[in-house]
């Protein structure tokens, strides 16, 4: 049952569950096993897909931040193609920039073999690989312990 163009009417079964129309399920990327975040207020119930890279974000940007302070290097943390975390001395304005027109390296940050995240640094020496390799790493083991 549809009430308005983006409203659905859903029954919650006796279990208390509720159904996700496969339009709406298609439209928001959401996949069996996907987590979601439920919030509400006295009537109304939000639903939202949950973003683990999100709740890493603070980690990412102290290791963003110390990689610029100590060795210079830009680099930033992407969901999709949203820029999330940055060097707070950076303009994010420049960096969306430099990501359309600089080669830059990037690697996926990966949870239970799906892409959650990508960490990419404006660098073409070796050592950013290697950062670029530990960095995530070590974001995936965080996110895999939390």
């Known amino acids: 049952m549809q009430k308005g163009k983006n409203t659905i009417i859903r029954k919650i079964d006796e279990l208390g569950r509720l159904v996700l129309p ?9 996949h069996n096993g996907d987590l979601l975040e439920l919030s509400c207020d006295s009537d109304n119930i939000s639903i939202s897909k949950y973003s683990s890279i999100r709740e890493i974000g603070f980690l990412a940007e102290v290791l963003l931040n110390s990689l610029y302070e100590c060795y210079h ?3 930033l943390l992407l969901e999709d193609y949203e820029i999330l ?3 707070t001395a950076l303009s994010k ?3 969306e920039k430099k990501l359309k027109e600089e080669e830059c390296i990037s690697l ?5 073999d799906r892409e959650v995240g990508r960490f ?3 660098s073409k020496e070796e050592k950013a690989r ?3 390799s530990f960095i ?11």
């Open 73 to 75: 290097m830009e680099g």
């Open 85 to 87: 975390r940055y060097p």
């Open 130 to 132: 290697e950062f670029l």
């Open 120 to 122: 990419v640094l404006f």
């Open 22 to 30: 496969k339009d709406v399920r298609k439209q928001m990327d959401i």
């Open 136 to 146: 995530t790493s070590f974001l995936r083991m965080y996110l895999e312990e939390s």
């Open 108 to 112: 996926p940050i990966l949870l239970d």
């Open 93 to 95: 304005k420049k960096l």
